[in-house]
């Protein structure tokens, strides 16, 4: 079952900060967190196990609230560089039933 | 950093025809996958493939579709007698074994069916 993601778009300016979400309604091994760019293939960012850990990379971090099967991802000071489509991922088990969430779309104008 | 190679990397083919895209995962990966992403429109998960079966697959891998390992290195979808709505980009990804599980992606194969 594809995870629920929010918001669908953002628009930002450089230098401001974004929460994006991720939730299943089915308990999870992992989520995890690639960022795409047009016509490319999609890029890992970080994975969080269940646990309810708290991941960090440059200047994007993530949660997962394994209680309440949701992660955030959250990117702070925003650069151009970021812009991309941004997808969580779900497995209920290692290595298996690995969905993609819908996209949210993100662009950092100057 | 080791990579999945997928080629071609464009292929356009007449409806109705078949059509296979190879993918050469990393060497030491034991899980295969293909997704497919409609332009403009979400990653879909199509097939998991582990110990040279199928471990897993979607409503849109019918029989239209087959995977195969035909030796030690590559990992192909075939797609027989393609549709126009087949047209896509086709990412193949491979995980590791181990306790913490990443997928690395291939660049793709967008195919084109006229």
């Known amino acids: 079952q594809q995870p629920v993601q929010s918001p669908q778009a953002v628009i930002l300016r450089e230098g401001e900060d974004a929460v994006i979400n991720c939730s299943s309604s089915?308990?999870?091994?992992?989520v995890h967190w690639y960022r795409q760019k047009h016509g490319e293939a999609p890029v890992f960012l970080m994975i969080?196990?269940?646990?309810?850990e708290q991941k960090g990379h440059e200047k994007i971090s993530a949660s997962f609230n394994e209680k309440k099967q949701q992660s955030s991802l959250y990117l702070t000071a925003s650069q151009l560089s970021y812009s991309g489509t941004y997808f969580c991922?779900?497995?209920?088990?290692?290595?298996?039933?690995?969905?993609f969430g819908p996209g949210t779309r993100l662009s950092v104008l100057p | 950093e080791p990579e999945v190679t997928q080629t071609p990397s464009h292929q356009v083919t007449q409806m109705g025809q078949e059509v296979i895209l190879r993918c050469v995962p990393i060497?030491?990966?034991?899980?295969f996958y293909w997704y497919r992403q409609i332009l403009g429109q979400k990653v879909e998960f199509l097939v998991s493939?582990?110990?040279?079966?199928?471990?897993?697959k979607s409503e849109i891998f019918d029989d239209q579709f087959s995977v195969e390992r035909p030796d030690g290195s590559n990992f192909t979808l075939k797609i027989r007698s393609t549709k126009l709505e087949d047209s896509a980009m086709y990412f193949c990804?491979?995980?590791?074994?181990?306790?913490?599980?990443?997928?690395?992606f291939g660049s793709g194969t967008r195919l084109t069916v006229v």
């Open positions: 990804a491979s995980n590791p074994n181990s306790d913490i599980s990443r997928y690395t």
């Open positions: 493939f582990y110990n040279n079966e199928i471990s897993e």
């Open positions: 969080l196990l269940k646990g309810g």
């Open positions: 060497s030491n990966h034991l899980y």
């Open positions: 991922g779900t497995e209920a088990n290692y290595g298996q039933n690995f969905v």
């Open positions: 089915k308990a999870l091994y992992s």
